[in-house]
């Protein structure tokens, strides 16, 4: 169980995630996979918000794009195949593999739609590991909530943007002018992130997209360095292999035992009809 420190901490973060996910669903704009709470909730208008960062220049000098797997993100991992990208998308929840690459030279003709959804990326895709030497010109994240006037975003509480980003910077695909954008509901922008609470491995984001507008949030928020084994709870440790090799290798290479965070019960993953 989490520590009643631990809690209190985050408390504030939940309380803003409960009040966009209420008012996604009340506002009738949520979509499936529903209900939208405890997820990266999908909305209406995602293909609109990602069609507008289809049009930014930073996306289309990019060659490889690191996409999120989650379902209001498809489109645009449907425009980077498209547009002859390499797509880098984590494997759900990082319980088996790391990081699939997709190509779409390598996808079949007509193939790309399924390719855009987390089970044709496994598919289609190819593994992953940390030695291997690739560059990442973009990183779009999903989010709960985000302030536009500092890019300060509140993913859904279980932390694996954090890590994503911690293990790219540790293999060096990553580094702190790599452009980080966020395609949300005009709903989830917010005004009341605390940033003297956030907490060094909270990831910012440099641009916003929704369906609507696309907002350039000049954040001066530091970007995380990489991993901080100290903040990462033994219980996320045991269900992401790649953490535990990365951590012993570490450990095994310097001939330091790196620190561990405290334990936390890990919130229940929620279905989605997206990665069927």
């Known amino acids: 169980m989490a520590s009643s420190t631990t809690a209190e901490a985050g408390a504030w973060k939940w309380a803003i995630r409960k009040r966009v996910w209420d008012a996604l669903e009340a506002d009738g704009v949520a979509r499936a996979p529903r209900p939208a ?29 690191k996409v999120n797997p989650d379902s209001p993100q498809k489109q645009v991992r449907f425009l ?14 990082l319980t088996t593999k790391f990081f699939s690459v997709l190509d779409s030279q390598m996808i079949p003709t007509g193939c790309i739609p399924e390719a855009s959804t987390p089970a044709g990326a496994a598919k289609y895709g190819r593994p992953l590991g940390l030695d291997e030497k690739i560059k990442v010109d973009l990183i779009v994240i ?4 985000v302030d536009p006037n500092s890019g300060a975003r509140l993913g859904k509480g279980e932390g694996f943007a954090e890590l994503e980003y911690g293990m790219l910077r540790y293999m060096g695909a990553i580094h702190d002018s790599t452009i980080i954008v966020t395609t949300v509901h005009d709903t989830q922008l917010v005004d009341d992130i605390p940033l003297e609470k956030l907490q060094v491995h909270d990831v910012p984001v440099d641009i916003i997209c929704t369906p609507t507008q696309v907002i350039f949030t000049n954040t ?10 100290e903040k990462l709870s033994s219980e996320k440790l045991g269900h992401i292999r790649v953490l535990r090799e990365l951590k012993a290798r570490i450990e095994h ?15 229940q993953p929620q279905a989605s009809k997206e990665e069927e």
């Open 142 to 145: 999903g989010s709960v909530a």
């Open 253 to 267: 290479e310097t001939g330091t035992k790196l620190p561990c965070g405290p334990s936390v019960k890990l919130p």
């Open 80 to 93: 980077t195949l498209s547009g002859d990208k390499k797509l880098l998308t984590p494997q759900p929840r």
């Open 37 to 65: 709470h405890h997820r990266i909730p999908n909305f209406d208008g995602a293909a609109a918000a990602a069609d507008l960062l289809g049009r930014l220049e930073v996306f289309l000098n990019a060659q490889c794009v």
């Open 220 to 229: 001066t928020i530091p970007k995380p360095q990489g991993i901080y084994w």
